[in-house]
């Protein structure tokens, strides 16, 4: 399997003043950007899953853990924002089923 794309984390945290820092903190923050391997779901899976073959889904396979709490996700850097539907840890990769956001 050749990890050929890059995904990027980001939590969507609530932004708020930090007296102390003088500034605002939190809001949308990178976390992390892992190598992955994407591939779309399909028509058939797709409408299994979701009831309907219009949901743009896609397969995100990462050879390390994703983090445990995040907002959304981008690829390559894109501007479409990806968010969580399933979740699953087979025995070698974390494989992540997302759908795209408006």
Wanted: proline content about 5%; hydrophobic content about 30%.
């Amino acid at each position: 399997m050749i990890f050929d794309r890059q995904v990027t984390f980001y939590d969507t945290g609530e932004e708020h003043y930090d007296p102390k820092q003088h500034k605002y903190v939190g809001g949308e923050e990178e976390l992390v950007t892992l190598p992955a391997n994407i591939t779309d779901v399909g028509v058939e899976k797709s409408a299994q899953i979701f009831g309907d073959y219009q949901h743009r889904a896609l397969v995100v396979r990462t050879a390390y853990e994703p983090p445990k709490q995040w907002g959304y996700l981008k690829l390559d850097g894109d501007s479409r924002k990806y968010v969580l539907n399933t979740y699953r840890k087979p025995l070698k990769f974390f494989t992540l089923i997302v759908g795209e956001t408006k």
